[in-house]
């Protein structure tokens, strides 16, 4: 069970049925299936994406045992995007853990990420609405584009801010909203508060995207529970760096950031030129400004316990650690 | 287009159609995804699965555009667990043309996949009923477990044929018998009706692995469009190779494959043995099997051209060459 969200009041009690849900969806006649996605969803995930759909499914009458279905599949097409991921990035960790990759092989890795997509999907056929499950497979289609554009794009270094708006709300920002518009779909809630939550979802996730990307560059390694500059140094560009590069009157970041041979890149120059042209601070005014765009829709849904939830969790995600 | 149900009654302007819906259904504003996917889909697969859909579903009476789309989703999905396949086989050719791996590297070839995954999600989620869509995501899900399994036990050639078989019908089998059945239920055919075409489906598709995995040993390469011996190559142990080691009585065969070093292997070797001991005979004789299996089934049906017609490409892929 996640610890993030487990100090929210009821969130705990219903967290703990969607980890329910997803260890009992993930059984497989495969003990490398078993081991792998065990240990996946046992080391603790944020489950960020099934804690708004439930908070979501507050705003109205929901039945509880869909939106805990639902919450689940979310989740674990979350993971299963994870696990291509790491393939993709060669990512040594994950959550404090061996990746599936690192840990199985990429040709095992490629095949449960691919199971694990498939019985995301397969509980949604079961419990989503026709709509939902086509957002939902719009979504995993757009996360993938915006991953080989990423892929495509590594090292180039002359990114503006507005691609990387724009690859982060694929990556991210999209699925933060579907996870709060399903939750409140199923509630039944009107229309104008499921449009209000899909817009908070949306500036939450950005401004979420934004921060995971900043403790890349300046977080702790022991609470982020990964390599730091893992992202950098796989080419991937992200705010910090494309702000200081702006800021880089002198010249000299770009000159690091000219890099022939990767091999003999000097990263820990690029992450320190980045912290002191200010590349964090000002990455982080953007986390902000989406935050603030967060709570602005946050305010305008009806005044509830779960309306003061979402507004405590949407201030936690801006200063966390990890 | 297919040219190998192109001679097939009907078939041909139907599955132009089916053509025309996946490659609407492709098109990403990725150049890459674009570049990929329109090579592959343009390199002339048999089309089978939705062939068979599409038979199925004159049985009764169905929604064009209903059966047009779902077919092309399972063609979707099927070439999406061949880009994930490769992958995994490290596979230079499929259809004489370079796998998307090997023409856009491992990391793109996993994204594409799954790119090409989703959308044949959403399609489901749009034209599929709810039980449609759950069934696939289930045979998805089942075949990335058979192929975990192929995976774990490359090399180990003590297979039995009962576990060859039950690979074969999680990783091809199911999804032929689903594709009938799917046609049967979009065109209203009665329950019986429809599970006849389920079991037609399940041994067509039993047949259709065998004679793929006979002609890894004996085919022509300019036919089958792929390196011979591939499987071989790289430890998938079917059952020409099998049933030879059953019928190899001195020994010798066993000893070939009693394989140190991957890179000494004396695979000409065993594949002439498997030839000299009768090894392909034998799995012909099964395929053969199965295909009379089916050609019962087919036999149930009321009959019509389309009871021919199945029956024609039933026999038809028991001598295929390609």
Redesign the interface.
Known sequence: MTDFLADFTGMSESLAKVSDVIHSSIV???P??NDALSLLFASNGKMLRPGLLLIASQFGSAEEDKTIHLAAALEMLHAA?LI?DD??DDSPLRRGLPTVQSRYG???A??????L???S??I???YAS?EQ??Q???I??II??M???Q??NRFCFDRSIRQYFRKIMGKTALLFSLACHVGAHEANVSRSVAETLRRAGYNIGMAFQIIDDILDYSGDETLVRKPLGIDLKSGIITLPLISALRKDTSGKLSELCNIKNIHHADFDGIINMVKNLGGIESAGNHARKFTNRALQEIMKLPSSNSRDLLEQLTNRLLVRSY
Request: proline fraction near 2%; hydrophobic fraction near 45%; glycine fraction near 2%.
């Open positions: 497989s006649q495969n490398i299936i995007t291509h393939i993709i990429k040709k095992d490629v095949l449960i990420g691919d199971f997509l498939s019985r999907f397969l949604t056929a079961e026709p499950a086509l939902l497979a719009k995993v289609s993938c584009t991953e080989i554009e892929n495509t």
